[in-house]
């Protein structure tokens, strides 16, 4: 190339030279012509060594040589592949599989009038689900929860979920210290098939019995779960297995209602079937039966009636439980006898649009402490709630949800030291606000009327609560 643009060069500026009558200027000129022949091959000599990165950095400064043999010139290396395959290739790691997230409740709970206390062996104004409903009780945690979960493959993913707002007593004088962490779910799910329709659920996870139950409390509407359903399950979570099934018609349904901003109580399944030890959330197994349970429930679309329902769901539903339970009894210890624990139940919910209803209820026989005979027994049971709320997308406030819940509850609980009897009527109306999406303010006021859990107090305790919490999400 450097051979070809030498002899083109060459040629224009001989043709420029003057005819014979300038002969005498001939040799200057030739001169001049070499001139600029050697600066074209340094420039030439120059590009080259810019376009070849593997060529010496040295090469633009050698001097041309006054042969023009072309310059050999290192080929450059064939480019690397594209970052993007090898990107494409890499493994994932945990942190592009599992997310983390969380919630706390922050409460304030106010006896305006009532059995705010009492003498020994008299009921005082207390809840089995609120610690913070006391004689000098103000600013309590409900609740301090993270939650770590996602796919660890196509198949498989977990859920982990501690508690920090847990409270421990008997540390000084029978003094309660607050702010310990305890373990509320550890499990995994392992998918059937493709679609994710059956899974198998492993470790530590709810017991799939009551709606109520089954929703998350951070998502909730009232500040706490019924005595009446509750009292299947305290703190609402075993060790064991259970089987969900989810078919596609319904998860659709799920899923619009989520993404309409809905409070659904999760997708556990359409239908669950589980075996549990039966002791409990976070208790040792005292016997070798197992709790088993099944629970069904089903979303229907009410557009078919015309169009005042047009967009509304009712979902509705039931459920069963199988068990034998040992209780703690005084003055420590647990129970050397296992009582029958089973139990029906029942759900309709009517999804606000904007107004909507919710009821649960159930019936049974668990253990109960009889003051006459002074021991445990197995008696019969009821309760549960029925609750009407309404839905506003906007205002100058944000989204808010007032709502009102009346419940009653007869039976044992067998969560508390010897399954004291409760006797439960309440009524609680309330509101949640939503100024800003990750922010919950909940007012409300309960009229209670409670046996306390307690089978050394009798009687029932009546008062009037002022109850309030803030509930940021993360």
């Known amino acids: 190339m450097v051979q070809?643009?030498?002899?083109?060069?060459?040629?224009?500026?001989v043709a420029s030279l003057p005819g014979p009558a300038a002969a005498q200027d001939v040799q200057p000129s030739i001169a001049d012509l070499q001139r600029q022949i050697d600066e074209l091959k340094a420039t030439i000599a120059e590009l080259k060594a810019q376009r070849a990165p593997s060529a010496p950095a040295t090469l633009a400064a050698t001097p041309p040589a006054p042969s023009p043999a072309p310059v050999q010139v290192a080929q450059a290396p064939a480019p690397p592949a594209p970052a993007v395959e090898k990107s494409a290739e890499r493994p994932r790691a945990w942190y592009d599989r599992l997310t983390l997230r969380g919630y706390t409740q922050l409460r304030l709970n106010e006896i305006v009038s009532g059995d705010r206390?009492?003498?020994a062996g008299r009921s005082r104004l207390r809840s089995v689900h609120d610690a913070g409903i006391g004689d000098n009780s103000n600013f309590t945690f409900r609740r301090i929860r993270l939650i770590l979960q996602g796919d660890v493959s196509d198949r498989i993913s977990l859920y982990?979920?501690?508690?920090?707002?847990?409270?421990v007593s008997n540390q000084v004088g029978g003094e309660r210290r607050e702010g310990f962490g305890q373990l509320r779910d550890a499990y995994v799910d392992a998918f059937l098939d493709r679609e994710r329709t059956f899974r198998l659920r492993f470790g530590?996870?709810?017991?799939?019995?009551g709606w109520e139950n089954m929703q998350s409390s951070?998502?909730?509407?009232?500040?706490?779960?019924?005595?009446?359903?509750?009292?299947?399950?305290p703190s609402e979570r075993d060790l064991g297995i259970v089987a969900y099934y989810t078919p596609p018609a319904v998860d659709r349904i799920w899923d619009r209602l989520i993404a309409d901003g809905q409070k659904l109580f999760g997708n556990y399944g359409a239908f669950g079937i589980g075996a549990f030890n039966g002791q409990g959330t976070n208790r040792t197994e005292t016997n070798d039966g197992l709790m088993t349970v099944a629970m069904a429930t089903w979303p229907f679309e009410l557009d078919?009636?015309?169009?005042?329902?047009?967009?509304?769901?009712?979902?509705?539903?039931?459920?069963?439980?199988?068990?034998?339970?040992?209780p703690e009894i005084r003055p420590s210890g647990v129970s050397p006898v296992?009582?029958?624990?089973?139990?029906?139940?029942?759900?309709?919910?009517?999804?606000?649009?904007?107004?909507?209803?919710?009821?649960?209820?159930?019936?049974?026989?668990?253990?109960?402490?009889?003051?006459?005979?002074?021991?445990?027994?197995?008696?019969?049971?009821?309760?549960?709630?029925?609750?009407g709320m309404a839905r506003v997308r906007r205002s100058p406030l944000g989204p808010f949800m007032p709502y009102a819940r009346w419940q009653r509850y007869r039976g044992g609980w067998k969560a508390l030291?010897?399954?004291?009897?409760?006797?439960?009527?309440?009524w609680e109306l309330g509101i949640e606000f939503q100024p800003i999406p990750p922010i919950e303010l909940t007012l409300a006021w309960s009229r209670m009327e409670r046996r306390e859990a307690e089978e050394r107090r009798d009687g029932r305790a009546e008062g009037n609560l002022i109850r309030t919490q803030l509930q940021w999400n993360y």
Do not use: M
């Not at 530590?204 to 019995?209: A, C, G, L, N």
């Not at 951070?218 to 399950?233: E, F, K, P, Q």
């Not at 030291?417 to 309440?426: F, G, M, V």
């Open 4 to 13: 070809h643009f030498l002899l083109a060069a060459t040629a224009c500026a």
């Open 117 to 119: 206390n009492a003498p």
């Open 160 to 167: 982990f979920q501690p508690d920090f707002a847990t409270n």
């Open 204 to 209: 530590q996870s709810k017991v799939p019995f």
């Open 218 to 233: 951070s998502n909730r509407l009232t500040l706490d779960r019924s005595d009446g359903i509750n009292s299947a399950v």
């Open 304 to 326: 078919a009636l015309g169009p005042a329902f047009r967009g509304q769901v009712l979902e509705v539903g039931g459920a069963a439980l199988r068990n034998r339970v040992q």
């Open 338 to 387: 296992s009582y029958a624990d089973e139990r029906v139940g029942f759900h309709a919910i009517l999804y606000p649009q904007p107004f909507g209803l919710q009821a649960e209820w159930n019936w049974g026989r668990g253990p109960e402490f009889d003051p006459v005979l002074g021991s445990i027994v197995t008696r019969r049971l009821n309760g549960g709630y029925v609750q």
């Open 417 to 426: 030291t010897n399954a004291p009897r409760l006797e439960t009527d309440e």
